[in-house]
């Protein structure tokens, strides 16, 4: 149960912080595919602890799969991170970093998107050229579905059932989610495509995935080496940190005051990010709620609660759409974790 008060800083948590001590070797398409992370809001949940309902953040983040084609661009499908606010990507080589990222490039009818990352991914893949595909040629898959707490892609092998009218590819292969994004590689191991969706097995679709192409994928490619370079701010670099290292260990005296400094220099930015803010106040606002049931007195709990009302209250004020995504926010805006009478209906269904 507390586990979950940590909202996001949970989730990330369950990223192995160390190498595996053992395991498969990596194909060099495996190294190149990284674990995308797209944050979307946060909307309240209670939870009982000790007789007590608090009302904590629960984050809403989609998971899927990528592909870095060079150091510091990973291409995906864009449904994975379509709607967020704010980016991370992980990679098999590094499991105890996360990287900030932001969308550079989104096709405008296929479902492709391009990441810029702020820091050298440790491997990537060339998109090599286009050849000619056989049906029933031997491919794989590779992706992080299921298992968060999973440092390497899970691989999986099947055919090409055939190149459908409009280019795109037809997989006779078990698509799970988490997959979405992820690299097509033929029998050599190299990209023939993206995975972007998989069959409906309600609708006696179950072990077909689809994919789209990798001349479609080098086209879009073309397209995106023209837009102008994210330019990553302090703030992308603030939420990434915070998720990757203050909450995941926020028992040690240097993280617990790194925390706090975290939220105090947002406060004092005078730059307008409500996106940000929302996302920051949430992440404040479950610490504060974590401390105040395991350590009634520290005195951070205090300081990351009024964080988490002054960075809601202006999110609010600069961006009042956020209500929707970020339903928390008008909560943690007064300043009351504890819900002490629930309604019927709730108290009902718990």
Known sequence: MLSRILGLAALLACLPAHAWAQGSVLRPIDRATVRVLAIEGARPTLESVGGTSYRVANNDVSLGSGLAIEP??????????????????????????????????????????????????????????????????????????????????????????????????????????????GPVADGRGRPIGIVTMRGDPERGAGGVGFAIGL???????????????????????MITTMFENALRSGSTPASREQVAAFFRARIASDDPYPEADACLAAAAWNAAILLRVQHPADPLGPELLDAAQRLARRALAQAPHLRVSYSLMPVVATGQPVFAHPPPALQASR
């Open 215 to 237: 001349a479609a994928v080098r086209d879009a490619d073309a397209a995106r080496r023209a837009v102008v370079p994210h330019v990553f701010t302090e703030v992308d670099r």
């Open 72 to 181: 510091r661009v990973v291409v995906t499908a864009a449904h994975v991170i379509r709607g967020a606010h704010a980016w991370i990507v992980t990679a098999p080589d590094a499991p105890e970093r996360a990287f900030a990222a932001h969308p550079i490039y989104v096709h405008p009818s296929l479902d492709l998107a391009f990441l810029a990352v702020d820091g050298d991914l440790p491997h990537h893949a060339r998109l090599g050229r286009a050849r000619q595909l056989r049906n029933a040629e031997a491919i794989t898959i590779s992706g992080y579905p299921l298992e968060m707490s999973e440092a390497t892609p899970a691989s999986a092998s099947g055919q090409l059932a055939r190149v459908r009218e409009d280019g795109t590819l037809q997989l006779s292969i078990a698509v799970n989610p988490g997959h979405s994004g």
